[in-house]
Nanobody
Framework: QVHLVESGGGLVQAGGSLRLSCTTS????????MGWYRQAPGNQRDLVAL???????SYADSVKGRFTISRDAAKNTVHLQMNSLEPEDTAVYYC????????????WGQGTQVTVSS
């Protein structure tokens, strides 16, 4: 069984920064990708950023240049550094670990609230 534990959410003013962390009960290399999704009230859960097993990152257009995903393999942890936060970034952020073959399987953290005040 896979456990993902998130930390680092909170309340911040617009323009501020937060860093989210996600620690997994397995090696991060046991997943094809790890990443962060977010869900605002009334909206679907959308991808924010992910990093593949080989270390290639990708980002949603709305966060490019502001957010950075990184990983610490020794600690089985993936981080999301969020800078220049905007009120539109307010959402519950979920850590995700995924395998793509033979069928896609997803594992989720419990979610952490990020609130950006204007």
């Amino acid at each position: 069984q896979v456990h993902l534990v998130e930390s680092g959410g909170g309340l911040v003013q617009a323009g501020g920064s937060l860093r989210l962390s996600c620690t997994t009960s397995r090696s991060i290399f046991s997943f094809d990708a790890m990443g962060w999704y977010r869900q605002a009230p009334g909206n679907q859960r959308d991808l924010v950023a992910l990093v593949t097993k080989r270390g290639y990152p990708s980002y949603a257009d709305s966060v490019k240049g502001r957010f950075t995903i990184s990983r610490d393999a020794a600690k089985n942890t993936v981080h999301l550094q969020m800078n220049s936060l905007e009120p539109e970034d307010t959402a519950v952020y979920y850590c995700n670990a995924a395998n793509f073959s033979p069928n896609r399987s997803d594992y989720w953290g419990q979610g952490t609230q990020v609130t950006v005040s204007s």
